[in-house]
């Protein structure tokens, strides 16, 4: 039962526990939130899930009014490769956050995997539908593929660059659960100017200054994972905001331009009539 602890966006001092075990006799794979042990909402329970209210603060933030889970979208995108099983996540009822860890899913990724080998495919949903998403400094268009596919693109304090990646398998999702959270040097000033990111330490992701147009400096002495490590953060992102109630991606080709968790929360609520769900009302 690993129980996971860092700062987290707000608080010096976050923790979560993870539990991971095969399915009873009948019982329907899924992931439940928990509140301390107050239960929020389980994946694929999409009547209840969807009534759920959905806020943004640099990260994503799901609740009912009463409570709420922040930034879950990490650990969503890493129990993709588990959805076979039952998992359990209670999450500190004093921070409601979960722990930052090194601002990317692959410290979720190193100790839960030991004990839990990966399913040996993802799965998938189809979808019907072209259409596109405008908003003031971006777009999305979203069509059917043969799998998931993302390219993603940012303009950003100065810097310019693009990614595109496809996911068909697991270990396709390796690299994207390993790119880290980063902010840009006015952004994250700012930022700590109106009380905001409390928490955060040097250790919780890539505090960066643009250099050239699709080159960055890596302040506080450390060097990017790999070449886009920028871009797959998004994409990390985007798959944890689409899977926070269903462990399942669309079949899509995401075309998304200067995107963040509102846009990635609208396109889910457009291709959520697609999914069946395992809880059917």
């Known amino acids: 039962m690993p129980n996971f602890e860092s700062c987290s ?52 933030i799901i609740g009912n009014g009463n409570t709420f889970i922040s930034s879950p979208e990490h650990l969503s995108a890493a129990l993709l490769l588990w959805h076979h099983l039952c998992i359990d996540i209670h999450v500190s009822e004093k921070t409601r956050e979960l722990p930052l860890l090194d601002g990317s899913a692959r410290d979720w990724l190193e100790h839960l995997r030991p004990r839990n080998p990966f399913s040996k495919e993802l799965l998938f949903y189809e979808i019907e539908e072209l259409f596109r998403i405008d908003f003031s400094n971006g777009f999305c268009i979203v069509e059917p593929s043969d799998t998931f596919e993302v390219e993603y693109s940012l303009e950003q304090e100065g810097f310019s660059d693009s990614a595109f990646l496809s996911i068909y398998a697991p270990e396709d999702l390796i690299s994207v659960l390993n790119a880290r959270t980063f902010i840009f040097e006015n952004q994250f ?52 905001d689409l899977s926070l109630f269903v462990q399942e991606l669309p079949m899509a080709k995401i075309r998304i331009h200067n995107g963040g968790h509102i846009v990635h929360h609208q396109i889910f609520k457009r291709l959520v009539k697609y999914v069946h769900s395992r809880y059917p009302a």
């Not at 100017?193 to 050239?212: I, M």
């Not at 302040?219 to 790999?226: A, G, I, P, Q």
């Open 189 to 240: 000033n700012k930022a700590l100017a109106q009380g905001l990111l409390a928490g955060v330490s040097e250790n919780s992701g890539l505090l960066l200054r643009p250099v050239k147009k699709s080159e960055v400096e890596v302040l506080r002495n450390k060097k990017l994972r790999f070449e886009q490590e920028i871009l797959y953060h998004k994409v990390l992102d985007l798959v944890g």
């Open 9 to 60: 966006l707000s608080f010096p001092l976050s923790f979560a526990q993870v539990t991971l075990r095969k399915p009873l006799h009948n019982e329907k794979p899924c992931v439940s939130w928990f509140i301390g042990d107050s239960l929020l909402f389980k994946s694929w329970d999409l009547q209840n899930n969807l009534s759920l209210v959905w806020n943004v603060q640099r990260t994503t």
